[in-house]
C-alpha cells in the first residue's frame, strides 16, 4: 500500500523564481496538508485542502497558494522564491470524518528546495 | 514567545539507557498530543498519541501528559542504536482541520 508520495525530491530554484511541487495522498484519503520544515526546526503549518478547497491557512504569504484535485492529489506552488524559503515541504494526508483525531496524518518523505 | 517550546538537544547516551524527552506548551485549547520519529531524510512518523492528560505505554515507549503544568513527556526505555533521529512533538486544538503545532525536535543519538 503506498503511503504519501511526493515529487520532485530535490529542487535548486534561483531567487524569484516560481515552484511547484507535488504531493499524492495515501490511498483511502482525501485531505491534504502541507507544511514547512526549516533546518533544525519543527514543521510548520501551510495550509489545508479538502474537497478541492483551501479550508485552513497557517502563517504564510499569499506567494503560497495550492490546489487539490478532483483525485485529492495536490500541488503547492510557490512564487517570487525568497532565500528563507529554502527547506524540506512536507505534505500530509488524512482522511476527512476521523472523528477529530489529529493523529491520524502520513507524512511523505519530503520535498528539499533549496532557493540560490 | 512560541506556543511549545522543545529542547533541541542534541542528545548522546549509550545503549540501552532511558532517555527523557519534553516539550513545554502555551495554549491551553491543546487536547491532542502527539510524539513523532524522523529520521534523517524522510518524513515524520508518528509514535505515540495521548487525548487530554494522562500515560500511555507501548513497548519501550511511554507518554505522559500534564495539562495542569502544560507539560509532556516521552520515555524510550532501554534504548537502542536503531531509536537515532530526531523526536518532535506536536499538538493540535482539535477542530475541521486538527492541524499539528510541532516543536523544534531534539536529535537523538543512541551510542552503541
Redesign the interface.
Known amino acids: 500500500d503506498a503511503g ?1 508520495t511526493q515529487s520532485p525530491t530535490h529542487l535548486i530554484k534561483t531567487r524569484g523564481q516560481q515552484v511547484t511541487l507535488r504531493c499524492s495522498p495515501k490511498s483511502g484519503h482525501d485531505t491534504v ?1 502541507w ?1 514547512q520544515q526549516a533546518l ?6 501551510i495550509f ?1 485542502y479538502y474537497e478541492e478547497e483551501e ?2 491557512r ?1 502563517n504564510f504569504p499569499d506567494r503560497f497558494s495550492g490546489h487539490q484535485f478532483p483525485n485529492y492529489s495536490s500541488e503547492l506552488n510557490v512564487n517570487a522564491l525568497l532565500l528563507g524559503d529554502s527547506a524540506l515541504y ?1 505534505c ?1 494526508s ?1 482522511r476527512e470524518g476521523t472523528g ?6 502520513t ?4 520535498t528539499r528546495l533549496t532557493v540560490v | 514567545q512560541k506556543e ?1 517550546e ?1 529542547d ?1 538537544g542534541p542528545l548522546s547516551v549509550p545503549e540501552g539507557a532511558i532517555v527523557s524527552l519534553n516539550c513545554t506548551y502555551s495554549n491551553s485549547a491543546f487536547q ?1 498530543f ?1 510524539w ?1 520519529r524522523q529520521y534523517s ?6 509514535l505515540m ?1 495521548t487525548y487530554s492528560s494522562g500515560n500511555k505505554e507501548d513497548g519501550r515507549f511511554t507518554a505522559q501528559v500534564d495539562k495542569s503544568s502544560k507539560y509532556i513527556s516521552l520515555f524510550i526505555r532501554d534504548s537502542q542504536p536503531s531509536d537515532s533521529a530526531t523526536y ?1 512533538c ?1 499538538m ?1 486544538a ?12 531534539t536529535l537523538l543519538a543512541v551510542q552503541p
Do not use: C, D, H
Open positions: 504519501v496538508s507544511y533544525g526546526q519543527g514543521p510548520q503549518f489545508q479550508r485552513q497557517g512536507l500530509a488524512s477529530g483525531r489529529p493523529w491520524g496524518y507524512f511523505g518523505s519530503g | 511549545v522543545q533541541p491532542y502527539m513523532y531524510r524522510k518524513g515524520p512518523e508518528l498519541y518532535l506536536a493540535s482539535g477542530g475541521a482541520t486538527n492541524k499539528l503545532i510541532f516543536g523544534t525536535g
